[in-house]
């Protein structure tokens, strides 16, 4: 059970203090401190949130084909092409880091609102960025279950750096259901108008969906994670599978 914020910031959870676990622990362990392991695994993940990134993009194409939406579609298979030829942590992040910041410049051009610009975080410099956030911490909290249900040390991630109170394997996980689970539903309630400027409050310079809108946005969330929840589930088994037995992991891809 986790506590959040009407911001989506996590307070506070409650989990099982059962034992268990430990083999899967250990094997996680192995494969971290296995520099090929590791970055296998860290390339996988990139690779599929590339993929879907670009999926989402060109599915909804039609919106907007000039040229500077062409370029963008090209300079991220440009670099998603690159991925495979990475030697290091390092590289495929920052290959994830301007593949990303070329699907943003897509993204907003998706929206038929031009109140984003840009893609920022905390605080949310609009209502875009703010339902973006929330769907996120959403997916996170789904993720942090399914992790600890197949008994990881959710701390320890193959692509994000080990960070002192940072989920840093739930954060790895995230990256390819983003673009799937999160921006493509907040695009379709965003241009259908189901969320607009109205339903969000600025606190402390950030936007915030007022009460009311929040619990809308819990309904429709239940509604929305109903079919995703066993694929979910699925990937995180998988991701067992491959530090236990030593395999190539492979991600979800849309």
């Avoid at 440009?78 to 992040?93: C, D, G, P, Q, R």
């Avoid at 996120?136 to 320890?156: H, K, M, Q």
């Avoid at 936007?207 to 946005?217: D, M």
Wanted: net charge positive; hydrophobic share 40%; aromatic share 12%.
């Amino acid at each position: 059970m986790v506590y959040m914020s009407r911001g989506g910031k996590i307070i506070g959870s409650l989990r099982s203090q059962r034992g268990g676990g430990a083999v899967v622990r250990l094997a996680q362990f192995g494969a971290f401190m296995s520099p090929d392991h590791r970055l296998a695994i860290a390339k996988s993940m990139v690779d599929a949130k590339i993929h879907n990134q670009l999926s989402l993009a060109l599915k909804y194409k039609y919106h907007d084909t000039n040229d500077e939406f062409d370029s963008n579609i090209s300079s991220i298979k440009s670099y998603s092409a690159k991925l495979k030829n990475a030697e290091t942590i390092n590289e495929v992040m920052g290959i994830e880091g301007i593949s990303a910041k070329n699907y943003w410049n897509c993204y907003k051009r998706l929206l038929k609102t031009p109140a984003f610009t840009r893609r920022d975080y905390r605080p949310a410099p609009d209502y875009v960025n703010a339902l973006l956030n929330l769907g996120y911490a959403f997916l996170a909290n789904e993720l942090t279950t399914c992790l600890s249900v197949e008994r990881f040390d959710i701390e320890i991630g193959f692509l994000h750096s080990v960070h002192y109170g940072r989920a840093s394997l739930v954060l790895d996980l995230m990256e390819e259901f983003r673009s799937p689970f999160v921006d493509a539903w907040s695009l379709s309630l965003l241009n259908r108008k189901v969320f607009k400027a109205d339903n969000f409050a600025i606190e402390n310079n950030d936007y915030r969906l007022t009460g009311e809108s929040f619990s809308k946005f819990c309904s429709l969330y239940h509604n929305h994670v109903d079919k995703w929840r066993e694929i979910f589930q699925e990937q995180a088994k998988q991701l067992r599978l491959a530090v236990m037995e030593g395999n190539s992991y492979e991600p979800y891809r849309e």
